[in-house]
């Protein structure tokens, strides 16, 4: 399929899906409250993955906003969703390092029982950076990826981070012991860092062997207002060629995807384009 003279790099494409309340809906930067469901499938997530697989897409990212919220979550549509791909699909499900056994169970026999499955640790729900540690403490870390999110480029991170660096007393060196950056332990100073240099969560990230990044910007997610996260892409790609980046927010057409690409980006994640096709 081509848009004007450029060919959509449907191999490198990723297709999104947001799920609320057990339906597929539609993204609009950020506003969450306001999502509706995919009016192509019905708001049904199953019947949206097959129609991008039906565009040659393979590849799926997945957010859980109810766990992301808070909520608990959407296990038995995330199984379903897993059940119908052979490619990868990432989950955000809202990892914030503080969940109980329970859901660390829960997550667990998710990722046992498909191997396609990856599980994000992002900035937006992480407590501090030692979540990614917990979750590698959980499961292997090949099945673990960064998420570095942004609003209009600036990180998004926990308020529980942001509480955290700003009340110096609330630090205990057994859980925010500094593993990468050579500052002293249970310091303010580097996790003041994380709330704002995307460079200490992927130095953090690559400290742990993980191997993947996912970069996305929610202030751009259902605009079509054109890539925005190509500069941050091309950065982290300079200084750790071997990481895998998928990247998006704001695409409109095939030449955004292929420029996103040019600058680092090895999957686009694309949600509002795709669905125009359908």
Not at 7 to 13: G, Q, V
């Amino acid at each position: 399929m081509t848009v004007g003279s450029t060919e959509w790099p449907f191999s490198e494409l990723v297709g999104v899906i947001d799920l609320a309340g057990g339906k597929a809906v539609q993204a609009i930067a950020g506003e969450r409250e306001k999502y509706q469901p995919v009016q192509s499938c019905g708001g049904d997530p199953v019947t949206l993955v097959q129609q991008y697989r039906e565009l040659g897409i393979r590849s799926f990212y997945i957010a859980d906003l109810d766990a992301i919220c808070g909520q608990p979550l959407q296990l038995t549509v995330l199984d379903e969703i897993a059940s119908e791909v052979d490619h990868d699909v990432l989950v955000d499900l809202g990892w914030s390092g503080a969940e109980s056994a329970s859901v660390v169970d829960a997550v667990s026999e998710l990722i046992e029982a498909h191997s396609c499955l990856r599980i994000i640790a992002a900035t937006e729900t992480a407590h501090s950076p030692m979540a990614l540690d917990r979750l590698a403490a959980c499961i292997e870390v090949t099945r673990i990826c960064l998420g570095l999110d942004f609003r209009e480029g600036q990180l998004i991170v926990s308020q529980t981070l942001k509480d955290y660096h700003l009340d110096r007393h609330s630090l205990s060196p057994v859980d925010f012991k500094d593993s990468t950056t050579g500052v002293g332990k249970g310091s303010n100073g580097w996790l003041a860092e994380f709330c704002t240099k995307p460079s200490r969560w992927v130095d953090h990230a690559v400290a742990l062997d993980l191997h993947r990044v996912v970069i996305l910007d929610i202030a751009a997610v259902g605009k079509q207002v054109g890539t925005v996260t190509g500069e941050v892409c091309c950065s982290i790609r300079q200084a750790y060629p071997k990481l895998t980046i998928w990247s998006g927010g704001g695409i409109r057409n095939a030449s955004d995807a292929n420029q996103l690409i040019r600058q680092g980006c090895d999957r686009c994640l694309i949600a509002t384009a795709l669905q125009g096709m359908l």
